[in-house]
């Protein structure tokens, strides 16, 4: 049977699911086909069900939910740190609220922190890799960060202006959580718990032989310092990825229901986790 297996391009990404593109990880029976794009498109193709299974922002669940329900594993979960708001210059929270953020897609987790950080606040959307750029060349005052932009913004002349997950901790105690995996229901209960242990498997494989990992991963690291890549790595691929555990699921409920109560999300969901 063949699965498609969507993700994002990126060195996390691409540490992560090392174990099962390079058959370090046995699908049995199952062919699986690795799609890379970026997130805001897989979040909007969820909304069709193309992929059996997809990387999502936990923002786009709510949006999904009939059609997909979400791994435990193969989560992006900060725990104290996340998007970042970079500008040319300082500038304090009263600020931010009245200045255009680029924002890297409406449904993106990035997009509904902001929200909540700044309610009101005027977005334009900019591809991920451009943000940095477009408020370097003044054409935004504002970037939200995601991806390797939040460690390498110093180099574009850039300065952080908030952490989105620092705040959010603060706030809440909790993590931010920020992507994870879902799987489609009509594949039926036995084989999304299967696939949900494929990639636990993968996750857990990739941990254990962190430098052909790693290694393998700079490839997608779009011209990434190794050491850098290293960091960025280990901030979104860890013990949480292997296991989101009761914590990281009080998280995505409760930044779900802030988003619903604060009118950004239309509805309430109640977050639907493989039991694998």
Not at 52 to 67: D, G, M, N
């Amino acid at each position: 049977m063949k699965i498609s297996l969507a993700h994002s391009p990126d060195s996390d990404d691409a540490f992560m699911f090392y174990g099962l593109a390079r058959g370090k990880v046995d699908s049995g029976d199952l062919e699986i086909t690795h799609t890379l794009t970026d997130i805001e498109t897989l979040n909007r193709q969820a909304k069709e069900g193309v992929h059996e299974v997809t990387a999502i922002s936990f923002h786009a669940y709510p949006y999904v939910a009939e059609r997909y329900a979400l791994m435990p594993c193969g989560g992006s979960i900060g725990d104290g740190y996340g998007p970042l708001l970079v500008a040319r210059e300082p500038l304090d929270r009263e600020a931010i609220a009245s200045k255009t953020v680029a924002v890297p897609g409406t449904l993106t987790t990035a997009y509904l922190a902001l929200h909540l950080y700044a309610p009101g606040v005027e977005t334009r959307v900019v591809p991920f890799d451009r943000i940095l750029d477009e408020v370097r060349e003044q054409k935004a005052d504002v970037g939200l960060i995601i991806h390797e932009g939040q460690l390498t913004f110093g180099g574009h002349g850039l300065v952080k202006v908030a952490d989105l997950g620092a705040w959010w901790q603060s706030e809440t105690g909790l993590p931010l959580p920020l992507g994870g995996n879902a799987v489609r229901r009509d594949l039926g209960p036995e084989l999304m718990e299967r696939l949900t242990r494929l990639v636990r498997e993968t996750v857990r494989y990739s941990l254990a032989h962190r430098a052909e990992a790693l290694e393998y991963a700079m490839s997608f690291a779009r011209g990434m310092d190794p050491a850098v890549a290293d960091r960025f790595v280990g901030m979104w691929v860890n013990e949480m990825t292997v296991d989101c555990g009761d914590r990281g699921r009080k998280a995505i409920q409760t930044l779900l229901d802030r988003g619903h109560e604060a009118g950004i999300i239309p509805r309430r969901v109640a977050v639907d986790l493989v039991n694998a």
